[in-house]
C-alpha cells in the first residue's frame, strides 16, 4: 500500500482500517477468532471477569496498517489502548507512526473517512 495516512477504528467486535490518499481510500474489516465476552465470576473467585484479548487480533490489524507513515487510531473502547500496547511491545517501529489516538463513537465508513483527513490535515499543518 503506498498510501501516506491510516486510520484504525476498533472496539473488540471488530476493526475498520482505511488507507487514506486524496482521491483513494483502501478499505479492510477485522474481525477477532473469538468474540470478546465479560464472564460472570462467582464471588470470591479469581480472576477480571472478562476473556483475555485476543493478541492474534491486534497482531493482524498491525498488518493491515503497514506501509502508512502516519497512524491515528480510534475507538470507543478500551481496545485502542490494547493496539497501542501491543504495538509497543511488538512493533516498536510502528509506534512511531501513531500520530493520534481519539475516542470515536461508531462512525460510518464515510464518516471515519472524513474524521481522518480532517485530523490529518490540521496534524500535517503544525508540522514545520
Do not use: C
Request: glycine share 4%; charged share 25%.
Amino acid at each position: 500500500m503506498s498510501h501516506y495516512h491510516a486510520v484504525a477504528w476498533l472496539d473488540h467486535a471488530e476493526a475498520h482500517v482505511m488507507h487514506i490518499s486524496p482521491d483513494d481510500v483502501e478499505a479492510s474489516i477485522i474481525r477477532p477468532a473469538q468474540a470478546h465476552r465479560h464472564l460472570h465470576n462467582k464471588r470470591g473467585a479469581v480472576g477480571v471477569g472478562r476473556t483475555p484479548e485476543d493478541a492474534q487480533y491486534y497482531h493482524e490489524i498491525v498488518e493491515a496498517l503497514k506501509g502508512a507513515q502516519e497512524i491515528l487510531i480510534v475507538g470507543p473502547s478500551s481496545a485502542k489502548m490494547n493496539l497501542i500496547k501491543h504495538i509497543h511491545s511488538h512493533d516498536a517501529q510502528m509506534a512511531d507512526k501513531v500520530i493520534g489516538v481519539e475516542t470515536v463513537d461508531h462512525p460510518s465508513d464515510a464518516q471515519l473517512v472524513a474524521y481522518a483527513r480532517k485530523y490529518f490535515d490540521k496534524a500535517d499543518r503544525m508540522l514545520p
